[in-house]
């Protein structure tokens, strides 16, 4: 099994940055190579959506155009660690952000995730 924290969240006015961080475990997430690691985000109202994912070997990586260009998903595997960096934020970012495993391939769609974290509130003022 793998379990996911997420850290990092809090309020910031519009145009600020903040660093997301996924901390990981579990002998499932370590052994699977094929997978990916990504971030979605829900704000009140809405469905959850895909912000970004990076893969298992960390070579590819997919944004969602609402935030291409601003925000930047990577992940250090010595410390079983993702990031999330978000510069450039606009008030629409506002949601809980969501680590999330997928065990085998790519996706950007919720529900073909494995794992999820608990989720952290980004909140940006204008």
């Known amino acids: 099994q793998v379990q996911l924290v997420e850290s990092g969240g809090g309020l910031v006015q519009a145009g600020g940055s903040l660093r997301l961080s996924c901390a990981t475990s579990?002998?499932?997430?370590?052994?699977?190579?094929?997978?990916?690691m990504g971030w979605f985000r829900q704000a009140p109202g809405k469905e959850r959506e895909f912000v970004a994912v990076?893969?298992?070997?960390?070579?590819?990586?997919f944004y969602a155009d609402s935030v291409k260009g601003r925000f930047t998903v990577s992940r250090d595997n010595a410390k079983d660690m993702m990031y999330l960096q978000m510069d450039a934020l606009k008030p629409e970012d506002t949601a809980v952000y969501y680590c999330a495993v997928r065990l085998y391939g790519m996706s950007y769609k919720p529900r073909e995730y494995d794992y999820w974290g608990q989720g952290t509130q980004v909140t940006v003022s204008s």
């Open positions: 990076i893969s298992r070997s960390g070579v590819d990586t």
């Open positions: 579990g002998r499932t997430f370590s052994s699977y190579t094929m997978g990916c």
